[in-house]
């Protein structure tokens, strides 16, 4: 059973536009929320977290929210760029855990 | 900054092989993972070690074994290379929140 779920295996977005890449999740012990991106023939790097405490994490264009009631996070990237093209995989961890729980990814198409 | 270190960008091997990828990090990390990436998949967890000679079954284990004899190498073995494991594998390690993911290895199984 999928515990991180990211519904959308691909979306496409005009550059300059804003992307919103969705997860949900299913354990309510979840404490800390991860974005990785990812290029082709490369391995996954960090984007941007957010802990259970919090509800919005923004680091430049790169904004992730939580609803906690929703068990929903989203990661908002404004403006779109041509770099941005990827695949971003959703991340969940629980206390104690030291395993992290993907999602399947979404690919992200920006388009010119 | 860590680094994760994948011995090999791209390999390819024939059915049957017994196949090692390497994976040495520079950071003294004490977790390490093996995950392999496969299209509409995602991430899936293959073996995880906390510790030298230690080691924990993730998802998928089946056809794979794996070696923690120095806290910094962490190898994966398939036993008998089948076709259906050709994939993207990628080994990462963390200290706490976040992982840290070497650049891969594309395997292609002939």
Known sequence: DQQVKQNSP???VQEGRISILNCDYTNSMFDYFLWYKKYPAEGPTFLISI???????EDGRFTVFLNKSAKHLSLHIVPSQP????????????PAWDKIIFGKGTRLHILP | ?????????????????????????????????????????????IYFSYDV???????????YS??????????????????NQTSMYLCATTSGFGYT????TRLTVV
Request: with cysteine.
């Open chain 1, 10 to 12: 691909s979306l496409s």
């Open chain 1, 51 to 57: 802990s259970s405490i919090k509800d919005k994490n």
């Open chain 1, 83 to 94: 770099g941005d093209s990827a695949v971003y995989f959703c991340a969940a961890r629980a």
């Open chain 2, 1 to 45: 900054d860590v680094k994760v270190t994948q011995s090999s960008r791209y390999l390819v091997k024939r059915t049957g092989e017994k196949v090692f990828l390497e994976c040495v990090q520079d950071m003294d990390h004490e977790n390490m993972f093996w995950y392999r990436q496969d299209p509409g998949l995602g991430l899936r967890l």
């Open chain 2, 53 to 63: 000679k230690m080691k924990e079954k993730g998802d998928i284990p089946e056809g």
């Open chain 2, 66 to 83: 794996v070696s923690r004899e120095k806290k910094e190498r962490f190898s994966l073995i398939l036993e008998s290379a089948s076709t």
């Open chain 2, 101 to 104: 993911f070497g650049s891969g």
